[in-house]
């Protein structure tokens, strides 16, 4: 007899549906299994074989053969025991065929019949959805992460034996509840910008980057404060939309990191990796293709703290996710595109020793301090929205009793700020001022003939690139929506300027 189960493969932050077909002969007893497999599914006849005998199924000896298709799809992953487990089944004739069609099936075994967890549910649940699915059965694990995606049933069971009962019409299994989807997390608590002392221009600065999601670079000495802002971020964040929980938990769920007592992502990411990270780790790759650290950060902050110890392949192979928000890895089986939306926050010494350009303390040589600022290269930094310069305490800033302004009160403004640009950005691609492209930054950042021609001037004399001149009007654009104006005035853009002036004193001149 024939038989067969629909599933998925992951690809990317999608799912393709993959067909797992059984068929049952007369012949020689064996168990054959085609359809470009990774070695983890090859490896599920021997799980399948077991678990269908300690769930009670006895199979006469015949010869099986399961094919997963199409065939050009990759399969990888422990998520196909289960169908093919069921499609043996039904090619036996232990499961009715009629009964298996629209449900998308997917889960892995153990060798006595329990049904495991498997990463990748959000995806393959959006996936059976728009394929016309009308019912997934996961694992009892994965229910209510499947049941985040609405207009689709979600059944979740334990064993083998209780999957066969269902498809059997012995047994009822209730639907995972749609209610359950709006569990949260306990509310995180946040380092408060109120304890940090002094560097208001820096507040600033960090103030101005969350409101546009604009990406920041803070130079300065060792124990100025860069991290203690950098690590405050996440305080002042806007709030996640549910679009933007389903794609970064769909990022998530595709590495394994899921929450299971919170199954869609509250918080934006913040993510900091160390700077012996490597490209991959960065990027993503890998024979088969995962999520890398860019992508964990989609939506949220990525954070590289002592920017120039990062190795030059790290840093250059962001420059791509920087510019087009996405991650593109190609093999040979096809291309993996992973979302890289990322407000990047990173801070640096200014030298080796950390004293440049103060001469009375700094003990690097020209040479080392210009081979230091060399790490970053020029395409790298023309991708950075906001920079300045954090510098080192004076000992009254430290004695100084006034409290700072708290992370609430900050957030109370960001929050004004991104209000403005949901409004105006409404049904539209963009959701900050930094997602304007060029055909964006044209229609919303509208300059004066005075405002050009302060413009054309910086232009010449900071010698901007064209990318550069481009992120100065979206900066500009943020700071307008931060002061409630309507449109950009002279007084946005000198303060936008400030903010690439640095670039001069330490890369322009080195």
């Known amino acids: 007899m024939f038989s067969t189960v629909t599933s998925a493969a992951i690809f990317g932050v999608e799912s393709r549906p993959v067909n797992v077909e059984a068929d049952i002969t007369d012949g020689l007893p064996s168990f054959a299994m085609v359809g470009f497999l990774s070695t983890q599914v090859k490896e599920a006849q021997e799980r399948v074989r077991t678990a269908l005998k300690n769930s009670g199924l006895r199979m006469e000896p015949k010869r099986i053969t399961v094919n997963l298709s199409p065939a050009d799809v990759r399969k990888s992953g422990t998520g196909f025991d289960l169908p093919i487990a069921v499609a043996v089944a039904a090619a036996y004739g232990k499961v009715p065929g009629e009964r298996l069609e629209g449900i998308l099936i997917a889960g892995e075994l153990n060798l006595n019949g329990e049904v495991l967890p498997v990463p990748g549910i959000l995806p393959i649940v959006a996936g059976a959805r728009e394929s016309g699915c009308h019912t997934c059965i996961l694992p009892k694990a994965n229910e209510k992460e499947g049941a985040v995606i609405s207009g689709i049933r979600i059944l979740g069971v334990e064993t083998l034996a209780e999957t066969i009962a269902y498809l059997k019409g012995e047994r009822a299994l209730k639907p995972a509840c749609a209610s359950e989807n709006g569990a949260g997390e306990a509310e995180t608590h946040y380092e408060d910008f109120a304890e940090i002392a002094g560097q208001e221009a820096a507040r600033r600065a960090v103030e101005v980057a969350v409101s546009g999601f604009h990406n920041l670079l803070m130079v300065g000495p060792p124990g100025s404060g860069k991290s203690m802002l950098a690590r405050r971020i996440p305080g002042i964040l806007p709030p996640l939309s549910l679009e933007e929980k389903i794609e970064i938990s769909k990022v998530y769920s595709i590495a394994g990191m899921l929450n299971r007592d919170c199954h869609l992502v509250q918080q934006r990411p913040f993510r900091a990796p160390h700077h012996s990270i490597t490209a991959k780790a960065m990027a993503g790759g890998g024979n088969y293709p995962r999520p890398g650290e860019v992508s964990l ?160 001037e910086a232009f010449e004399k900071l010698d901007l690139s064209a990318r550069t001149y481009y992120r100065i009007l979206k900066v500009a654009r943020t700071i307008a929506d931060m002061m409630e104006s309507g449109r950009i005035e002279t007084e946005h853009l000198q303060e936008a300027l400030c903010y690439r002036s640095i670039h001069k004193r330490y890369w322009l001149n080195r």
């Open 297 to 456: 950060a989609h939506n949220g902050v990525l954070f590289l703290d002592e920017l120039p110890e990062f190795s030059r392949e790290t840093l250059e192979v962001l420059r791509q996710p920087l510019e087009e928000r996405r991650v593109c890895i190609s093999r040979t089986s096809g291309i993996c595109t992973y979302p890289a939306n990322i407000m990047l926050v990173a801070a640096m010494n200014p030298c080796p020793c950390g004293n440049y350009p103060d001469i009375a303390k700094c003990l690097c040589t020209n040479h080392q301090v210009r081979q230091y600022l060399n790490r970053i290269s020029s395409p790298f930094l023309d991708r950075i929205d906001i920079t300045i310069e954090v510098p080192a305490l004076q000992y009254r800033s430290l004695e100084v009793k006034k409290t700072a302004e708290t992370s609430a009160q900050i957030r109370e403004r960001v929050l004004k700020a991104r209000r403005i640009q949901e409004q105006r950005y409404k049904n539209t691609p963009f959701r900050f001022n930094a997602d304007l492209d060029q055909s964006g930054i044209r229609t919303y950042c509208p300059l004066g003939s005075t405002q050009e021609m302060l413009m054309q």
